[in-house]
Every structure is written in structure tokens, then in C-alpha cells.
């Protein structure tokens, strides 16, 4: 079964950081590209960043780039969001979600639960 | 960056109903849009990929349709665990963007 769980988020102030960790299991981690996508409270869904099976290709959105960087560690099954200078509008949960790739194109076809992320002083 | 606009916000409809929920894209995303399900407190499920594609396991009401700039989802006969919202995605261009949801709600 897949799983994909999500730790390390909390409270932070302003300007601060924070790891988050997303464990995978049940699947070879190894040959998947993976994402973090949040949610603010009562909101969307926004796509983080994007890192390839290997770690190779990496993509962020403009709303966090510079200041988050995704890694993984393919012998530890684990992905990683370490989030610096956060600001309050950084404030949301979030999800990692495995890429599925098919000959035509990629989708989010597992997701984990979510860690909450506060940022207030 | 492609803009996606989910239309209506709320769709109000009875068990058994037709849902039909729009997607719009600001360019053309090809086929390359996916659909999501979220219910309160849970993580999104994949629904449809491809524009057209049932993931693994979901049930045949749902459909998807579209390419190019629009698209649609259809619940064909809504069921009392369909209401949720519904996210589209789209993977034709980073940065990957979503749309701003349609919640179905029971009338």
C-alpha cells in the first residue's frame, strides 16, 4: 500500500524556518518524481515545488522560489521542504503527492494527509 | 503562467442530480488537465487525468471532457459521498496551477 507521511510542520514566526519531511513507503520512491502542494485555511490547492525521480530537474513557484528548497533521499525514501525567510502567507497545510508518469503526462495520484504550517508571531 | 477558472464557485444540486462543473484555461493546456476531489479534512484524490481519464477505482459517473481551453466534469448521478469540491490542474506549463474549486453542496 502506498503511504506518504508528512511531519515537521508547526508553529514559526515570521522570518523563520522550518524542514518538513514527507516519508514514502509501499511503492519504489526511487523511480518517482514527487511535488509539495499546499493549502491556506478556507482556500485552493497551490503546487509548491516539483523534484525529479533522481533530483535532477527541480521547479518551484514563483510565490516561494529563493526562499524553499525541495531535496530528497531516494536510500531513506524520504522528501524534503526546507522553508526559509517564511512569511504569514506561508501559513497553510501541506501535502506531498507522488507524480505518476504515463508516456502522455504526469498527475498527483497519491497524496499524504498534510502537516500544518503557522506562521505568526 | 496558465490561469485556471473553475465555474460556478458553488454548484447546489440533490442526490441524483447532474453535476456538470467548467473548467477554463487562460491558454491552451491540451489534454494535459487532471481533476481532483476534496472532501473537509482530507487530502485531494485523484479523479481524472488526461482530460478524459478515470483514475484507478473511480466509479464510471464520473467524466471528464475537454481539450485545448475548456473542459468539463460530469458526475452523472450524484451520490451522498460526491459532495466535496472539485480542483482542475493543469500540466501543460510549470508552474503547475490549479483552478479555485467548485464546491458541490447537497440542495
Known amino acids: 500500500e502506498v503511504q506518504l507521511v508528512e511531519s515537521g510542520g508547526g508553529l514559526v514566526q515570521p522570518g523563520g524556518s522550518l524542514r518538513l519531511s514527507c516519508a514514502a513507503s509501499?511503492?519504489?520512491?526511487?523511480?518517482?518524481?514527487m511535488n509539495w502542494v499546499r493549502q491556506a485555511p478556507g482556500k485552493g490547492l497551490e503546487w509548491v515545488s516539483y523534484i525529479s525521480s533522481s533530483g535532477s530537474t527541480i521547479n518551484y513557484a514563483d510565490s516561494v522560489k529563493g526562499r524553499f528548497t525541495i531535496s530528497r533521499d531516494n536510500p531513506k525514501n524520504s522528501l524534503y521542504l526546507q522553508m526559509d525567510s517564511l512569511r504569514a502567507e506561508d501559513t497553510a497545510v501541506y501535502y506531498c503527492?507522488?507524480?505518476?508518469?504515463?508516456?502522455?503526462?504526469?498527475?498527483?495520484?497519491?497524496w499524504g494527509q498534510g502537516t500544518l504550517v503557522t506562521v505568526s508571531s | 503562467e496558465i490561469v485556471l477558472t473553475q465555474s460556478p464557485a458553488t454548484l447546489s444540486l440533490s442526490p441524483g442530480e447532474r453535476a456538470t462543473l467548467s473548467c477554463r484555461a487562460s491558454q491552451s493546456v491540451s489534454s494535459y488537465l487532471a481533476w481532483y476531489q476534496q472532501k473537509p479534512g482530507q487530502a485531494p484524490r485523484l479523479l481524472i487525468y488526461?482530460?478524459?481519464n478515470r483514475a484507478t477505482g473511480i466509479p464510471a459517473r464520473f467524466s471528464g471532457s475537454g481539450s485545448g481551453t475548456d473542459f468539463s466534469l460530469t458526475i452523472s448521478s450524484l451520490e451522498p459521498e460526491d459532495f466535496a469540491v472539485y480542483y482542475c490542474?493543469?500540466?501543460?506549463?510549470?508552474?503547475?496551477?490549479f483552478g479555485g474549486g467548485t464546491k458541490v453542496e447537497i440542495k
Open positions: 488526461d482530460a478524459s
Open positions: 509501499g511503492f519504489t520512491f526511487s523511480s518517482y518524481s
Open positions: 490542474q493543469q500540466r501543460r506549463k510549470w508552474p503547475l496551477t
Open positions: 503527492a507522488r507524480d505518476y508518469c504515463s508516456s502522455t503526462t504526469c498527475r498527483f495520484d497519491y
